[in-house]
Nanobody, 119 residues
């Protein structure tokens, strides 16, 4: 099992950058695929980005491609989401999640961190 804690959210202006961090507990972090999701008020939670164990494969939602970058540091048990050129529509609670090996389901979730982008 893994516990996840996000940080780095805040209030920024359109065009600014933020880096979210997600710290994971446990000794097997490197074996988990990791993802970032977000949920805006009144909307369903949506996929933002994912990175495979080892970091060799990454994927992004079309809405953030070219602006956001997901990365991981297994030595620090941390996954990051670098967000550049932020837009008001990026405003949401951002969650990180972990996917156990050989599964397609994100079984472990953090509590979320709020990102608000003003125009």
């Amino acid at each position: 099992q893994v516990q996840l804690v996000e940080s780095g959210g805040g209030l920024v202006q359109a065009g600014d950058s933020l880096r979210l961090s997600c710290a994971a507990s446990g000794r097997t972090f490197s074996s988990y695929g990791m993802g970032w999701f977000r949920q805006a008020p009144g909307k369903e939670r949506e996929f933002v980005a994912a990175i495979s164990r080892g970091g060799g494969s990454r994927g992004y939602a079309d809405s953030v491609k070219g602006r956001f970058t997901i990365s991981r540091d297994d030595a620090k048990n941390t996954v990051y989401l670098q967000m550049n050129s932020l837009k008001p529509e990026d405003t949401a609670v951002y969650y990180c999640a972990a996917r156990a090996p050989a599964t397609a389901v994100y079984a472990y979730w953090g509590q979320g961190t709020q990102v608000t982008v003003s125009s």
